[in-house]
């Protein structure tokens, strides 16, 4: 499975901003879909999860009531839609996924990070 995150950038504080995760090489419709952060200096960390059809979500503290996740299994995509940005939250977001039904912390397949920058 190949993941690509796209849809990054500069945003002011209180924007919004929403990522996408293309899969290409495989059908994920039946992967839960993860994001991830990472911040300079900073682990890693987990943003949200999507179940495979996209009926359950769950969210990090941090995030929660700002950010939500989706999905569009037709089209082998992943949303991720983040609004009432914060500074803090600026870092390399990834896409991840993984064939267990659960998405486990650390899933089998990543693709490249994209960009999100909050500052005014």
């Known amino acids: 499975v190949q993941l690509q995150a796209s849809g990054g950038g500069l945003v002011q504080p209180g924007g919004s901003l929403r990522l996408s995760c293309t899969a290409s090489?495989?059908?994920?419709?039946?992967?839960?879909i993860g994001w991830f952060r990472q911040a300079p200096g900073l682990e890693r960390e987990f943003v949200a999860a999507?179940?495979?059809?996209?009926?359950?979500?769950y969210y990090a503290d941090s995030v929660k009531g700002r950010f939500t996740a989706s999905r569009d299994n037709a089209k082998n995509m992943a949303f991720l839609q983040m609004d009432s940005l914060e500074f803090e939250d600026t870092a390399v977001y990834y896409c991840?996924?993984?064939?267990?039904?659960?998405?486990?912390?650390?899933?089998?397949?990543w693709g490249p990070g994209t960009q999100v920058t909050v500052s005014s």
């Open positions: 090489g495989r059908n994920i419709s039946t992967y839960p």
């Open positions: 991840a996924t993984d064939t267990a039904a659960i998405l486990p912390p650390r899933p089998a397949y």
């Open positions: 999507i179940s495979w059809r996209g009926g359950n979500a």
